[in-house]
């Protein structure tokens, strides 16, 4: 068995945090450690690099299903034997599926690293499912969705925003899947779907915590490294986006809605398709235009015009595919969605034509760059962080060098993506509204 | 029983150093500079139990004004000059006290700290800042009117607490929210803002005296005395009523509750042990393998006990879909009546002691959680020694114990239950 280790290459000296270590063992399962000694505690994540995008055709909610059944035991370790070892040992579980990725974890004192590795490199390839398990959870299934979105006109707007948003990508089905489609969802579609994605090569270990790499390395060879390699990872090719020529206006009028609220979402580039240097810039520019209190939205929304209570934006950075910019809104009182929307479209135009001042710019990027510090206070959010940036396709450079390259983005290049991507044609907003103004 | 559990060596009680500044400020600190930040909670007794019953929301509008504003500052300016720090600053009320929770990067301590300064002695509470963060309010009161959880925990909030503090919402009332004034705010900060009802907790990169002196500037101006307006200890009422709050959604969401046992009753850590055996936040508990794994019921089933400084309750919930909520309630019911029977196995009981002893140590992660935790503490009036003494409580719970704490905690069984949805049957 090799591995390759790059430790000494992730970590520019200059910068604090940890040292991260990364190698891939002999059946291509990649390995992560992060260190974090304050507390005799460790995070154990694998990660497959398969997700809700992942689901085939009239399949729609078998990543997410399969994430549930993944809890039904194996031979070895029959229903409840893994859930009740965590337990005993005081620990955390528990797993998440999200469109481009599915992962479980366990938090357990560190000396039993290497029992929750032995288990969960078990159900790897081991697992047992029977109609008797797999029946009743998919009715857990359907009632996770009733409570999420079903229950949820604000829920439901977003899901028939997205749909609308991805006229071809799967991103657009929503993780859960659909009602219909999940009804039908069965033992042997979990069986062949956890057959085809759960090897070897497409999964990542993740371990933050209070041990030494060399021991992750030797007890990751022991377990995981003993299942046989597939030959390589699934190919992950998802239809792509065309590109959008015209605004879609979704609206959801619903008796439960007592407060009227906007939401529009841009297709934009992600951390992994975008030109060099751009998600950074869409990462500043995003928090200039909607990152609190002090953003352009806020100020000329809610306290310089008085149309709005609230109002910002966000950039989701971490994604396979092209990828997704909100904006949001929460009219005042007596202000209707049609005004709120063309003062929305009003003060991104001023947004696009004026170039942040400089004192605005730095305290954006100041922001952000010290949310990579703060993020060091959690093993938990440093092993997400770090998990979910290799199953979208990312390296350990470039997660580490993360806050350099916003340190580096321009005043130019904000406002050159502020123009190219905040393009109206590109996005679909969304009204949530109550009955009587429908 | 605790020799079958090894109790770690490690003492946590010893990494808490109790502070108190040169002009007499309390606090709890852990040094640890393994980051370099510093996280702080502070509290003040009071909260929204202070709220007059015609006017509540007070504390929740008054928490969310300290930072729209402060003294030299504009709400704008206040911002900006947290944002060119990168401080993370907010307060919340809860029932019973009022919070600031606040995190810097530890090379900015100095101007962070008094920033929070500012927001604690000095907020302007503008009328043009009351009117826009009143708006914020109820238009999130707007948002959840008829979200099924928010109708449920309200319908249960009024039953079990009518004509107490503890009954009324927390975050105000769409209608009397835009009545609330200027000088209310200020007679309540009055009130409450003082350093005898001061709580702090603090982690991470910061010594004994730089955080002295850094807690005089802070608080050594506030006065010596507050004047809180008492509560009355109160029972939870409305047991064996059902109440369903018909909302036009596919699912039941459905709360239930009865009495629960105060923090300083010789059988609330059996209590503890007894919940988590009936609802704990494993996928191990019974309400977890009878209403989900087993029958496929629901996604979410708890329950917890729930404590405020003038009442102890059981708490639970679960959201089930409408031609089901007849049998889930069903379900957690003969749960509950068997535990008040027969109380938990010697092997429940010894799973749940293992689980509650391990898995305290994750609450001692982050320093935010440290911090919050160790403010929690002081709320329920604990000394550090008790971050220790926890786990030897659980570990000397017998199955006796159990058995006592269930027949108290579960008794006759009757339960107040409100619904919101459409349930079938009920």
């Known amino acids: 068995m090799t591995a390759q280790s790059n430790a000494d290459t992730a970590q520019p000296k200059s910068r604090p945090g940890p040292s991260i270590t990364h190698l891939r063992l002999e059946n291509g399962m990649d390995v992560v450690v992060i260190p974090d000694r304050r507390a005799p ?398 | ?89 907010h307060f919340s009320a809860d029932r019973d006290y009022a919070a600031g929770h606040f995190q810097t990067l530890s090379k900015n301590l100095d101007a962070a700290f008094e920033l929070m300064r500012l927001a604690v002695c000095e907020a302007r509470l503008e009328q043009a800042s009351i009117e826009r963060v009143t708006a914020q309010l109820v238009a999130s009161l707007r948002r959840e009117l008829k979200d099924p959880d928010a109708v449920a925990s309200r319908t249960f909030r009024a039953a079990a607490f009518a004509n107490h503090p503890y009954g009324r919402a927390t975050r105000g009332e769409i209608e009397t929210m835009p009545a609330l004034t200027r000088a209310s705010l200020l007679d309540m900060r009055d009130r409450m803002f003082a350093r005898d009802n001061l709580i702090v907790a603090v982690v991470g990169a910061i010594d004994a005296a730089t955080l002295g002196a850094q807690l005089d500037r802070v608080f050594g101006a506030l006065p010596e005395k507050s004047r809180l307006d008492p509560v009355a200890p109160v029972e939870i009422g409305g047991l064996g009523s059902r109440i369903v709050a018909t909302v036009d959604v596919p699912q039941a969401t459905i709360r239930f509750g009865r009495a629960g046992l105060d923090r300083n009753d010789p059988d609330f850590v059996a209590g503890i042990v007894v919940n988590h055996i009936l609802g704990g936040g494993a996928f191990t508990a019974r309400l977890f393998r009878e209403v989900r794994e087993k029958r496929g019921l629901a996604y979410s089933v708890y329950s917890h006990l729930q404590n405020y400084d003038r009442a102890a309750m059981l708490l639970g919930g679960t959201s089930t879909k409408n031609e089901r909520a007849a049998e889930s309630l069903a379900v957690i019911e003969e749960q509950i009546r068997d535990l008040a029977e027969n109380g938990p196995t010697e092997d429940e009981l010894a799973k749940a002691r293992k689980f509650l002893i391990g898995s305290y140590a994750l609450r001692f992660d982050t320093s935010t959680k440290i911090a919050g935790n160790l403010l929690h503490l002081q709320l329920e009036g604990r000394t550090p020694s008790y971050l220790d003494d926890r786990n030897r409580l659980v570990a000397a719970v017998t199955l006796d114990d159990a058995k006592r704490a269930a027949r108290r905690l579960f008794g006759d069984g009757e339960l107040l239950v409100t619904v919101a949805g459409k349930p079938v049957g009920m």
Do not use: C
């Open chain 2, 1 to 89: 029983m605790s020799d079958l559990f090894p109790i770690p060596e490690i003492s946590r009680a010893a990494t808490v150093q109790t502070i108190r500044s040169p002009g007499g400020v309390e606090a709890w600190l852990v040094e640890d500079y393994a980051v370099p930040l510093v996280a702080a909670q502070f509290a003040f007794r009071g909260g929204a139990s202070q709220d007059a019953a015609s006017a509540p929301g007070l504390a929740t509008l008054l928490a969310g004004l300290l930072d729209e504003g402060a003294g030299p500052y504009d709400s704008a300016g206040f911002h900006e000059a947290i944002d060119d720090l990168a401080v993370h600053m």
């Open chain 1, 41 to 438: 505690v460790v995070t154990h994540m694998v990660w497959y690099r398969n997700g809700a995008a992942d689901d085939p055709p009239l399949k729609s909610g078998i990543a997410h299903f399969l994430e549930h059944l993944m809890f039904k035991g194996t031979k070895r370790h029959p229903q409840g034997e893994f859930s009740q070892l965590v337990a005993d040992l005081g620990g955390q579980e528990n797993a998440f599926t999200g469109h481009d990725y599915t992962a479980y974890f366990q938090r357990v004192p560190r000396e039993h690293l290497a029992t929750v590795m032995e288990y969960e490199t078990d159900r790897m390839t081991n697992l047992v499912l029977t109609d008797e398990v797999v029946t009743p959870e998919r009715d857990v299934v359907l009632e996770e969705r009733r409570m999420r979105t079903d229950s949820d006109p604000s829920a439901e707007l977003s899901e028939a925003v997205q749909s609308a948003l991805f006229a071809h990508h799967p991103y657009g089905t929503p993780i859960i899947g659909w009602e219909h489609e999940i009804e039908t969802l069965g033992r042997e579609d979990a069986l062949a779907y956890y057959q085809r994605f759960y090897t070897p090569e497409n999964a990542i270990l993740v371990v933050a915590g209070d041990v030494e790499p060399q021991d992750v390395e030797r007890l990751a060879r022991e377990t995981y490294g003993m299942v046989p390699a597939r030959g390589a990872a699934p190919e992950r090719r998802r239809p792509q986006e065309p590109v959008s020529r015209a605004h879609r206006l979704v609206t959801l009028a619903d008796p439960k809605v007592e407060q009227a609220t906007l939401e529009r979402v841009y297709i934009v580039p992600s951390v992994r398709t975008a030109a060099p240097g751009e998600s950074e810039a869409l990462e500043v520019m995003a928090h200039l235009l909607g990152g609190g209190q002090t953003s352009a939205l806020y100020k000329r929304l809610v306290l310089d015009r008085k149309l709005a209570v609230g109002a910002g934006a966000y950039y989701l950075g971490s994604s396979l595919d092209a990828t997704r910019l909100w904006v949001y809104g929460v009219p005042a009182p007596g202000v209707s969605l049609q005004d709120f929307d063309a003062a929305i479209d009003a003060a991104l135009a001023e947004f696009i034509d004026t170039r942040p001042s400089e004192k605005d710019f730095v305290r954006a990027k100041t922001r952000l760059v010290a949310d990579a510090v703060y993020a060091q206070d959690s093993q938990v959010a440093l092993a997400r962080w770090y998990g979910a940036a290799l199953a979208t396709g990312e390296t350990i450079e470039e997660v580490t060098g993360w806050a350099n390259r916003i340190e580096a983005v321009t005043i130019d290049d904000v406002v050159g993506v502020a123009r190219k991507w905040l393009d109206k044609r590109r996005a679909v907003t969304g009204f949530l509204q109550p009955e009587a103004q429908a």
